[in-house]
């Protein structure tokens, strides 16, 4: 049935008032809206929006970007599509999907929309495939383009509303604290205060469905929560939902048994995921991401209805979709770490790091919502925060005073090198570390550029209160020199008896980090590998580029070996060959032996 397009009916003034009174005063209202953007009501009125050349960007040959990004749009083509037998889901009329699981007599809406008026429009359009009740919602997580339409669907009567045991207390703390930070951000990312022409879609939607003075927030608060699962039978249709935390911490995918449908909300969508969101965001585990993926792939799914996105259909498309997804952001977290465990700073590891062709290739990964450059930065920053390691950065110059040096040496006719050495005669110590730094990265092997930035870090030191910063001065200024030098850590170095005590589980683990993705691109290899000793299996499978490393003997396997686990670190650590072991007996080997140390070439450091 094609769906209608109605005009949006009035909700009745109880319920407007309802919604209102669960958050509180305007002002608390503002906060929560903030978290994705939404208009705060200001006493003022905002001035309209201008539409200068400085808004329109596109004026002239459309640049093939904005096509690509144009194109999109036909991803989020408002229309209400019919899944399965029982289950629809309803497209572009908000940022958000709407999903409706029809029962035997009653019915379940997945996810609610951002505003009562959106809402609305998705209760319409449902009321034409059926005049069933609503008795349940299910929130996949507490982002307000997911929840804030609740009450529609009520409908005046009392609704179950499901959600994950953090969801209601994620909601309370984007109201209470870092709302002045993220409400002018939030603006930024959606445009919501850019005219509508210069905004093709909003990446993952076709628009954010709030406007100042005219929608309003029907938020229902959770009346049911559950930590790691959850099974249930709503109008005789049976549920599974289970947490999945990725996007969010409170994230929960909706698993149908009988119909092999699968709803991972925003784990997954037509677009690289927001592994960082530039409104502002606390770090994302992305590994975590990856296991709610791998937990999805273990269904093996028929139909795939993301929160966000048109839904797919048949089992191989699903699953080339899922791995495809999980492995663009394993390929993405493990070669960052990789990098920076060669002692990389995150600019030059965004140089080195991009998605694999046939990953890039993929129309569920152009980068129209998150970015790969965005997320490494993030994952860096989740795993060793904001500083890089390079001493100079420590104490950065400020802004205001950085641009008046700029502008002044931009006149003064002085090479970067000249202005580190004039700046460490006058004893502007920081400028002329920043200075000499900067013209290292013109000439790396420079000693005399070295012996300048050494000698500026050393004077730093001198000044330091702080016996940390004293110490990683003193010691990078002597690296510079050459009077220290600090090794990798060497795992063949370790004790044999603090070798063999140190899990299976983190040298299995390890692997994927270790991985030289860039000689592996055309590669896809499955080794099984048996620990005789401790009775476990593990499966190590390489798929152009990225490492998926899973405890479990492998179905399928290029090569096996079976090694007791303490062999096998000696082995992972350098103090032992493999042939050599398999010449003596302590390992077996079935398969292919080129397959086996091929791949296993592939890790070395």
């Known amino acids: 049935m094609s769906p209608r397009r109605l005009r949006t009916p009035r ?7 309802a919604g209102a009174l669960l958050l509180g005063a305007a002002a608390v209202i503002a906060a929560v809206a903030s978290l994705l953007g939404w208009p705060h009501r200001e006493r003022t009125p905002r001035p309209a929006v201008v539409a200068s050349a400085a808004l329109q960007p596109d004026a002239g040959a459309e640049h093939p970007a904005l096509a690509r990004l144009r194109a999109h749009s036909r991803e989020f083509e408002p229309t209400l599509l019919k899944v399965v037998d029982g289950v629809h889901v309803a497209i572009g009329e908000g940022l958000a999907n709407s999903i409706l699981i029809e029962g035997t007599d009653g019915a379940v809406v997945v996810d609610t929309m951002e505003s009562a008026e959106a809402a609305t429009r998705v209760l319409a359009l449902f009321r034409t495939v059926t005049a069933k009740p609503v008795r349940t919602l299910v929130y996949t997580h507490f982002h307000p383009d997911h929840t804030f339409g609740a009450s529609v669907f009520a409908e005046g009567r009392p609704v179950e509303v499901i959600a994950h045991q953090r969801t209601d207390a994620l909601l309370d703390e984007v109201m209470d604290v870092v709302s002045p930070t993220i409400y002018p951000r939030s603006m930024r990312q959606f445009g919501t205060h850019l005219p509508a022409e210069a905004v093709p879609n909003a990446g993952i939607g076709p628009r954010l469905d709030y406007v100042e003075g ?3 927030i029907a938020l229902l608060r959770p009346t049911r929560t559950f930590a790691e699962s959850l099974d249930l039978e709503v109008a005789g249709v049976r549920m599974q939902l289970r947490h999945a935390p990725g996007e969010t911490e409170d994230q929960l995918f909706v698993w149908l048994p009988d119909s092999r449908v699968l709803l991972p909300a925003d784990n997954l969508y037509r ?13 994302r585990d992305v590994r975590r991401w990856i296991a709610s993926l ?4 273990a269904l093996r799914p028929a139909h795939l209805v993301p929160s966000h996105s048109r839904p797919i259909s048949g089992e191989a498309e699903v699953m080339r979709v899922l791995t495809d997804y999980r492995d663009a952001i394993q390929f993405v977290h493990d070669q960052t770490i990789r990098w920076m465990n060669a002692g990389l700073a995150p600019d030059e590891i965004v140089e080195r790091v991009k998605l694999p062709p046939h990953l890039a290739a993929n129309p569920w990964l152009a980068q129209h919502y998150g970015r790969v450059d965005w997320s490494v930065r993030s994952i860096h920053a989740g795993q060793v925060g904001w500083f890089d390691g390079d001493a100079a950065r420590l104490f950065p110059v400020p802004p205001e005073e950085r641009a008046r040096r700029l502008q002044a040496l931009a006149g003064s006719g002085r090479t970067l090198a000249q202005e580190a050495e004039r700046a460490l005669a006058a004893g502007e110590l920081q400028w002329a570390a920043e200075m000499a730094d900067a013209a290292l990265r013109l000439a790396p092997g420079d000693a005399g550029l070295r012996g300048t930035k050494a000698r500026a870090l050393t004077a730093l030191a001198g000044r330091q209160e702080s016996a940390n910063a004293r110490n990683y ?4 200024a002597g690296e510079l020199t050459g009077e220290i030098a600090i090794a990798r850590r060497d795992p063949s170095k370790l004790p044999l008896e603090q070798l063999h005590a140190f899990p299976i589980d983190g040298f299995m683990r390890g692997l994927t980090v ?4 860039e000689e592996a691109l055309e590669v896809e290899r499955t ?5 005789t000793d401790i009775g476990r299996h593990w499966t190590l499978a390489v798929r152009r580029g990225v490492a998926e490393v899973r405890e479990g003997r492998p179905e399928a396997a290029d090569a096996r070996l079976a090694v007791s686990a303490d062999r096998w670190k000696e082995i992972a650590a350098g103090l032992r060959g493999l042939p050599a072991t398999l ?3 302590e390992a077996r080997l079935e398969g292919s032996p080129v397959a086996l140390i091929s791949t296993l070439r592939l890790f070395r450091d």
């Open 11 to 17: 909700i009745a003034p109880g319920l407007a008032r």
């Open 214 to 216: 005219r929608n309003r």
């Open 271 to 283: 677009s690289f995921p927001n592994l960082y969101a530039i409104r502002g965001t606390p770090y």
């Open 294 to 297: 791998d937990a999805m792939r």
């Open 473 to 476: 001065l003193l010691t990078a």
């Open 514 to 517: 270790r991985l030289r993705a």
């Open 527 to 531: 080794i099984g590998f048996e620990f």
């Open 583 to 585: 010449v003596t007996g």
